[in-house]
């Protein structure tokens, strides 16, 4: 194999297609079987105070996409999809915007290697890094939304074929996708809820840790925070002279 054909041949050569292809039906089930590892990484790490879980999962997650970005003949996370969508009928996408996907992954997971694995030094914003991975395996498998693949477009200035859902194709939305005006109410007061409960619970609940604590500060404005501030002071002095008071 030479560099050319490294660089540009990437997936499976299917009957059909004018690019070689990636099966999306695999990519989106091994983007959930690494967001949920990682979700249960993160509690058996908040839950226990155990490192070592962490560090195994992110070892797993740099081996895994140095493989995909060399083959996903190679990635144990695809091979884990492969393995479970078998007898469903594949759903191909262009390879190269996937593997440029990837390789955002990869570089992703690279400073991890060293701030989680071999050096453990860890701080607010490198588990937001963390999260950020998260979040894009989240909407990877749950909605087939592939961020890095819109980023190929935009940064490489081609335009990708075969996206997942179709969405480079032009097209007229079907029926079933539109909203009626029950449905667009129904949909605006949920992520009113959900927005709404979010910031009540991170603004009224007391924080545990330090990462809760940040986003607790985040949601509230500078007067909230004094106020807060000093109401805690308030229950300290009462608790440390409220006996002396008395008497």
């Not at 479970?84 to 290697?113: C, D, H």
């Not at 087939?144 to 996206?163: E, Q, R, S």
Request: aromatic share 14%; hydrophobic share 45%; proline share 4%.
């Amino acid at each position: 194999m030479n560099l050319q054909s490294f660089l540009w041949e990437y997936g499976a050569k299917v009957p059909g297609y004018d690019v070689r292809v990636i099966n999306e039906r695999e990519a989106r089930a091994a983007a959930g079987i690494l967001g949920t590892l990682g979700m249960i990484v993160i509690f058996v790490g908040i839950g226990f105070n155990h490192t070592m879980v962490a560090r195994v999962y992110l070892a797993f997650l740099f081996v895994d996409f140095t493989a995909r970005i060399i083959s996903p003949n190679y990635s144990p996370s695809l091979l884990l999809g492969k393995l479970v969508v078998q007898n469903q009928k594949p759903e191909y996408v262009g390879g190269l915007q996937k593997r440029f996907a990837w390789t955002l992954g990869w570089l992703i997971s690279l400073p991890m290697m060293w701030w989680f694995v071999i050096h453990w030094d860890i701080n607010f914003y490198k588990v937001l890094i963390c999260v950020l991975c998260l979040l894009l395996t989240f909407l990877e498998s749950a909605f087939g939304i592939c961020v890095g693949c819109k980023l190929y477009k935009i940064m490489t200035k081609i335009d990708p074929a075969h996206c997942p859902g179709g969405v480079c194709e032009i097209r007229k939305k079907e029926p079933i996708q539109m909203f009626s005006p029950i449905q667009k109410v129904i949909t605006a007061l949920t992520v009113i809820g959900l927005v709404v409960g979010t910031y009540f619970f991170l603004a009224y609940t007391k924080p545990t840790t330090f990462f809760g604590e940040f986003l607790h500060e985040a949601v509230l404005t500078d007067s909230q925070l004094q106020k807060e501030k000093d109401a805690e002071f308030q229950r300290e002095m009462e608790k440390e002279f409220g006996d002396d008071e008395e008497w």
